[in-house]
């Protein structure tokens, strides 16, 4: 009997069919003559619906809190409706079910992520398989590498926790997505429908409370003197802070024309390149550059992981072992000259990012694979993102930089001032740093933020005249709108912040939790929840920074200080998951706890009595002009009456969102239920392609179209 290998989907398996070679293409299967190869589609089973465990055709608060003695799983759902199975994903579950009946062991080719094993297990539990199984754990998907893993399998015991946490994460998502958003919605919806999640409410909420402290922060005011000078070089010196105006005020009639040095203080300061990419570093550092959305430059990373150009993306190391680093020195110098046009040579030293100590986790940092083969097929973004990491490996693999700093101190009738300055000595590492408008502004690591690139030439004793002297009025600065940088940052180093903001609540729990390991979502996970926070409404992206929207603040109000969105149980759980992951954690208390969680959010959104509550008038962009009763709210392909789904009468009036080519805004759906007209719009589109310009008009049946 033959070995059945199982992939994450159709292209996996083919690359480990060209790399191990002697395969025939059969039907949704390859085989040789000693292997069977086959694929998922990604998840083909899935956790069962919450109409499996009990009787009611609609939601009831008489069932609620949900807690399944024993889970159920079904086949996983068609794209177009939840309810029905995906005829796709069934015929490729009766095609593995058929091999594994014909083979004798198999092995585990999914993705190396916990996501990856999740996707097996539930195939390999759902079809009651007992056969042994091994592991294929590899970081890129170079035939090197792919036969390199199949010589190097894992037993199954060594993913074994890995699995379980798996398994712990989907039921935990399960029991607070059903049970939060079928008790709020019951409780506080108003006829609408609200999502909770266990990690998207929090994220919304960090967003939204981020949004309102910008909005009422109250300005402050602080003082400092400065003073302008010109020796040979235009420099500046400064005074300590003044708290009230009154002070500066004061201090400033005693000031003379010229300042005394009285200090020099000259110490060299070795500034280390940065470690490797993350996949969370990644997004950060793409978005600075090309403002890329977390989610976009995931996908990029996975793009070029399986073009077999980079590595394994949802990384959370920004290390390499000295193995891969050795492979990096193969090929790293003539891709810097080929693609980027720099003469690169490497540290004498062992760069920080190589060591075999820092990999805790499952894969080593974002790096090239060496491969080249398809760096002409990239398209602009691809190669941007690409290039980015190319350009992080020369950094990382350079020396640090160093510069001159020195503080002069003038003392000006017993006013003391102070200048900074800063001086590169050796650029190093900086030689390889990307130059755009956006770096200048936000990545300046050279200097501080009262340091001064000058170069001037003072003694001790020496008196500096003084060319201006006036009151420099310092205006206190809101809390800054999350941006994909600063969110992702806040995200995967939950614990700072948590310092930053609430140190009294540190203290009670920094004893129980590593307050370093605290995050919110994974890296895998946090981009696609924040796109989908963007696609039901909840927030918006303006000018690159992450604001919630009228819908999202309504929804906030409500579950605000409900358990459900308590950030920091949200990133307790994820360390006990990572902890489940590791063995560290029992899973059996892990389900009780979780289960105890659940009963608490549904008692705790029951027994609110809140006076807020949601309604659709937020949305509303008037009343429907077919059914005079329902609301005009805002879908995701179109907007339509929200009696769509009435039990006793479904209205299908619809506007969608492109018409004659056009992007149909707010604006216009508004003209139309209002006036039954919109004012000119141009360049419309017909059928054949032509640019025209017209008036939409709402007919009396709901239909739209052009007046002239």
Known sequence: MKKLIIAEKPSQAKEYAQALGGFDNKNGYYESNQYYLTWCYGHLIELERDEAYHNEK????????????KYLYKIGSSPSNSKNIDSGKKKQLDIIRSLLSKSKEIINATDADREGELIFLYVYNFLGSKLPYKRLWISSLTEGDIRTGFNNLLDSKEVFYLGK???ARAIADWLVGVNGTQAATLQLGNGSVLTIG?????ILKIICERFLK????????????????????FFHSETEIFDHKIDAENTIKSC?????????IKQNQKVNPPLLFSIDTLIIEANKKFKYSGKETLDIAQTLYEKKLTSYPRTDSEYINQ????????????????LLGYSFSFSNNIPRSVNDTKLTGSHDAIVLTGQKENIQSLNAKEKNVYLLILNRCLQSFSDAAVYEKTKYVFDNNSVMFYTYSSKVLFKGWQVYQVNTEQNEKEDDVDLQQNEQQIDIVLEINRNVKVESLVIKEIESKPPQLYSEVNLTKDLTNFG???????PELVTQISSSIDLNLLQIGTQATRPGIIEKLKKIGFIDLHKNKYVPTEKGLKFYSIIKDLEVSNIVTTAIWESKLKKVAEGKEDIGVFYKEITEFTKKIVVDIFSNSTDVSFSKEINSLGTCPICKDGLIIEFTKSYGCSNWNKDNFKCKFSIWKIIYGKKITTNIVSQLIKNGITKKIDNLKSSKGTSFSAKLKLSKDGKITPEF
């Open 256 to 264: 003379s024309a010229f300042h005394k040095c009285v200090d020099i």
């Open 214 to 233: 910008n909005k009422s922060f109250q300005k402050t005011f602080t003082y400092r003197l400065r003073a302008e000078h010109n020796e040979n070089v």
């Open 198 to 202: 266990r990690v998207q409410t929090a």
């Open 58 to 69: 609609k939601w009831n608060k008489s069932y609620l809190p949900l807690i399944p003695t």
């Open 323 to 338: 193995e891969n680093y050795n492979r990096q020195k193969e090929f790293i110098v003539s891709f810097a000259k080929a």
């Open 496 to 502: 700072k912040l948590l310092k930053e903001q609430n």
């Open 165 to 167: 946490s798996a398994y």
